[in-house]
């Protein structure tokens, strides 16, 4: 029998898309059984952003953006910029893989909740009828893998504050234990941050799909199992579920427990300038952290790939203010610009200008007013555009020329060793394998980092006086797009852009 989507349900054209929308969180402090519709009937509490957890544990309502989905999505889970130092063009697809699954299977539909919260869109996500009732279950599991992973980055950073996240795989925060962490006879959590503001360590286990009871448990299981390693270290251990079944609201559930302990450390050879980050975004705090530097601009490298690899065809540059402070957090990682009167009236008044200025000083020019103009392009196969500043870019550079240099002089990265390591060897040890690369790859990054602070440094400031042209290495400026594109709702940080489609979510259901 061939099983069809039932009639019932309306052939409908895309929705318009208002990028806006609530998602349920209860905080609790351990795995329990998954409640019973409560996303729909317990009273929530309105969220006000924070630095960390809220004082109570309990449902809250928080309203969030598809963008700031989006953005945790292309930068949560394995570091792959050491399998593309010398095929960036790839980036395209990795960024791909990691949206392509939500737009795929989610909607959003209106939801009225028994007690409204003040300030709630009324909007949820929920599954749409194509992973209902058309798609198979090794596809549904890997979107739950994918939705757990973007959900948990959500919730951790836009939420909660967190810093950039890394994968547990490549070692923990604690060098001295990193042997240990890499143990593969070990079943360990997903991830691990370092919080500012509370001034600890997080290990971070992800879930995702219809999560029951019983998945919850084994998430927590693989936490005291890494707060084993860490020991006497200050530390919290945070579980988060993203539960959604076909007909339902999306909704978190994050188990958490605080384990006290002895700060942690800095990372070697960081200075006091270096220790006071700041919560949430690095990128807020670029000028006067080294650290923050080197951070932002690991975690924006597989972006950097992208945009490096385009076709000069498909780049462009807009416009935002080159005030940093404009964009700096407040909700969230991104600022969305289709309501910022400063970005929309800089851009109104250099597109007025441009009808009286040549073409070629027209960059000079918007710079001189107080503009920066912000490389980007849209991510083949999606309907997300990326982009950066050029200070960022060009520390990005630095970065991948000193990775560049590691993958050639370290045994065992080296392009020429790959084939002959690779032949005859089962799948499962070639999957060893290359976890001991990139693991050797961690390592000697981290060894060089004391170098890399001054070298990236200077390669940022370069930046703010660099041509396009020039951190491209191509004869032609992207050309600089001044047009009101209503179809697009961009955001930006400090240093990083994203836009998305209005148009782009299927619906969920009649």
């Known amino acids: 029998m061939i099983l069809m989507i039932p009639a019932h349900i309306v052939d409908e054209p895309p929705l318009t898309y208002a990028d806006s929308f609530d998602v349920p969180v209860l905080f609790r402090n351990g795995p329990a059984n998954k409640p019973k519709r409560q996303w729909r009937t317990a009273k929530h509490e309105a969220w006000s952003a924070s630095d960390g957890f809220p004082a109570t544990d309990g449902w809250y309502a928080p309203t969030t953006t598809w963008r700031e989905i989006i953005k945790a999505a292309t930068e949560v889970g394995r570091d792959v910029t050491p399998h593309l130092q010398n095929q960036p063009r790839y980036a395209h697809g990795e960024l791909v893989a990691r949206v392509s699954p939500l737009y795929a299977y989610l909607g959003t539909h209106p939801v009225t909740p028994r007690h409204p919260v003040p300030g709630a869109k009324g909007q949820r996500l929920t599954l749409n009828p194509v992973y209902e009732h058309g798609t198979e279950r090794t ?28 994968h547990l795989e490549l070692g923990g925060p604690i060098p001295a234990l990193s042997g240990t962490f890499k143990d593969p006879k070990r079943t360990l959590p997903d991830l691990w941050g370092r919080h500012e503001a509370e ?9 995702g799909g219809s999560v029951g009871v019983g998945e919850l448990r084994k998430g927590w299981v693989q936490l005291e199992a890494g707060s084993k390693i860490l020991g006497s270290y200050k530390h919290r251990i945070v579980l988060v579920g993203a539960s959604v079944r076909p007909g339902d609201d999306l909704f978190l559930t994050i188990d958490h427990d605080l384990r006290s302990g002895e700060p942690p450390l800095l990372p070697a050879g960081s200075g006091a300038d270096d220790a006071a980050v700041g919560p949430g975004n690095l990128e807020d705090h670029l000028g006067d952290s080294d650290e923050a530097l080197i951070g932002a601009a690991r975690a924006q490298m597989l972006a950097y790939l992208a945009l490096r690899s385009a076709p000069a065809s498909q780049l462009r540059t807009v416009p935002v203010p080159a005030d940093r402070a404009s964009r700096h957090r407040r909700s969230g990682l991104t600022t969305p610009l289709e309501n910022d009167d400063l970005t929309l009236a800089m851009r109104a008044d250099a ?119 020039d951190l491209l290495r191509r004869p032609q400026e992207p050309k600089l797009d001044l047009e009101d594109d209503e179809g697009l709702l961009e955001a930006a940080t400090p240093e990083t852009y994203l836009a998305v489609s209005r148009y782009d979510l299927p619906p969920a259901r009649a």
């Open 351 to 469: 597109r007025g200008a441009a009808l009286h200025i040549e073409s070629h000083t027209l960059r000079a020019q918007i710079r001189s007013w107080g503009l920066d103009d912000f490389l980007t392009c849209r991510i083949p196969g999606t309907e997300v555009h990326l982009g950066m500043s050029r200070k960022l870019f060009a520390a990005c550079a630095r970065l991948h020329e000193e990775d560049l240099a590691i993958a050639q002089r370290t045994p065992g990265l080296r392009a020429e060793d790959q084939p002959a390591l690779d032949h005859g060897l089962s799948d499962e040890a070639q999957e060893v394998q290359r976890l001991t690369q990139r693991r050797i790859f961690r390592e000697q990054q981290e060894e060089a980092r004391p170098r890399l602070r001054p070298l990236l440094r200077d390669a940022y400031e370069r930046g703010a006086t660099s041509d396009w042209s």
């Open 139 to 166: 596809a549904k599991n890997a979107a739950a893998y994918r939705l757990g992973m973007t959900m948990t980055e959500w919730a951790c950073r836009s939420l909660l504050s967190l810093g950039q996240t890394h």
């Open 199 to 207: 001034e600890m360590y997080w290990l971070i286990e992800a879930k």
